[in-house]
Nanobody, 118 residues
């Protein structure tokens, strides 16, 4: 029903920046919450940033002041701007969407690898 496709991952040096994109197959007006999670091998998936319509944004403490989430409703896309990247940000980043209305459910993208290394 809802497909989420991430792009923008890659290899970056410490202190560098990347912008991840997540394109939805439906209008993101129908997704109450969109956001980003990340997961490294052997660890649980953790919240990075979320944006909920009418409620605002939420960030993990480890990325506050460095990462920023935004929505482009016209492009049905959510972005994660990542600045001052650190080696501990290395992970697979997953786009997340949740709908409580037409497309009731939780949806995940396939993931995009971000590697921070010199």
């Amino acid at each position: 029903q809802v497909q989420l496709v991430e792009s923008g991952g890659g290899l970056v040096q410490p202190g560098g920046s990347l912008r991840l994109s997540c394109a939805a197959s439906v209008s993101i007006f129908l997704l109450d919450t969109m956001g980003w999670y990340r997961q490294t091998p052997g660890k649980e998936r953790e919240l990075v940033a979320t944006n909920t319509r009418g409620e605002g944004t939420d960030y993990a403490d480890s990325v506050k002041g460095r990462f920023s989430i935004s929505r482009d409703n016209g492009k049905n896309t959510v972005y994660l701007q990542m600045n001052n990247l650190k080696p501990e940000d290395t992970s697979i980043y997953y786009c997340y969407g949740r709908s409580t209305t037409v497309f009731r459910g939780i949806y995940w993208g396939q993931g995009t690898q971000v590697t921070v290394s010199s």
